[in-house]
Each structure stands twice: as structure tokens, then as C-alpha cells.
């Protein structure tokens, strides 16, 4: 299964970073192939001085979100489902998935 994995980054970037890696890791283990945009980008953010928010990165994730077969949302421990609500990252996220008819499931911390 390829599974885009979504979860909220904007003021916790990098402990958002490091949960990402954490399930990303254990997805591949069970054997997906699993595309994290935090794992992947925000590195590369880092190093570039890029913008953060989702407006620059929407383009970027639209083509891993019509390319998954599913999309899986990270609902972190100390931030509860209100954050994932407040998002504005998930939010263009799960728009986009349903543009792309993709099922959404949610994975707790």
C-alpha cells in the first residue's frame, strides 16, 4: 500500500518531525511504501531557508497525495484531535484526498 502520511507541523516542527519519522518507519516495516512530506521536506526546508507553511508546499504535496493509495493522519499525543482540526496543512491535505478519492485513517500517537 502507498500511504501519504499527513500530520500537523506548523509550531511543533520538530517534534512533528520526529513522530513522523517514528510511524513512517514502522508503516515501511509492515510493508508500505509510505511517502511523509515532514521526513522528506523538512530537512530540506532546514537547509534552504524555505517556507514553512502550506501554500508553498500544496504542489508538492498534491503530487504524493495523487500518487498514494491512501492517506493516513497522525493524531500526536500531546496535541490531541483539536490540532489536527485547526490545521491548516491537513486540512488541504484531506481536501485534496478527496479530490482524489483517496480513503482516509487516522493512526494515534
Request: hydrophobic share 40%; with cysteine.
Amino acid at each position: 500500500m502507498k500511504i501519504y502520511l499527513a500530520i500537523p507541523y506548523s509550531g511543533f516542527e520538530e517534534e512533528s518531525f520526529s513522530v513522523a519519522n517514528k510511524i513512517a518507519a514502522e508503516l515501511m516495516l509492515e510493508g508500505h511504501i509510505v511517502f511523509s512530506p515532514i521526513s522528506h521536506t523538512h530537512p530540506i526546508a532546514l537547509s534552504g531557508d524555505l517556507p514553512k507553511g502550506w501554500q508553498y508546499w500544496k504542489t508538492f504535496d498534491e503530487s504524493f497525495i495523487e500518487w498514494c493509495d491512501q492517506l493516513a493522519v497522525v493524531i500526536m499525543k500531546n496535541q490531541g484531535e483539536e490540532r489536527v482540526r485547526n490545521s491548516q496543512g491537513i486540512a488541504g491535505e484531506l481536501t485534496l484526498a478527496d479530490v482524489y478519492n483517496k480513503p482516509i485513517y487516522y493512526i494515534k500517537e
